[in-house]
Nanobody, 127 residues
Framework: QVQLVESGGGLVQVGASLRLSCAAS????????MGWFRQAPEKEREFVGA????????YYGDSVSGRFTISRDNAKNILYLQMNNLKPEDTAVYYC????????????????????WGQGTQVTVSS
């Protein structure tokens, strides 16, 4: 059974950093595409970034590019999202997701691409 569990969220000030974790079980990070999404109140779920198993690259949404970084610890089977220079508009529930198999880069940006999702972790950035 696949389980993705996010952690590391919290309340921080503008400009701070946070590192989110996504612990995976029942699925190997090294053989799956892994994505991060976020959803703010009354807004649609937004693509944050993804690591592509298909081409071993990372991709980011425009609003976080240059501030957020995705990394993996394959030995621990944990996906990370390092978030720097946080802004109030980064406030959201953050989710990780997985998808096995070949996926085109553009496809990684769509939530319908992914098969499994975590329960989310809340990030609140206070000004």
């Amino acid at each position: 059974q696949v389980q993705l569990v996010e952690s590391g969220g919290g309340l921080v000030q503008v400009g701070a950093s946070l590192r989110l974790s996504c612990a995976a079980s029942g699925v190997s990070l090294s053989s799956n595409n892994m994505g991060w999404f976020r959803q703010a109140p009354e807004k649609e779920r937004e693509f944050v970034g993804a690591w592509s198993w298909s081409d071993n690259n990372t991709y980011y949404g425009d609003s976080v590019s240059g501030r957020f970084t995705i990394s993996r610890d394959n030995a621990k089977n944990i996906l990370y999202l390092q978030m720097n220079n946080l802004k109030p508009e980064d406030t959201a529930v953050y989710y990780c997701a997985s998808r096995r198999g070949l996926v085109e880069a553009q496809g990684l940006r769509g939530e319908s691409t992914y098969d499994y999702w975590g329960q989310g972790t809340q990030v609140t950035v206070s000004s």
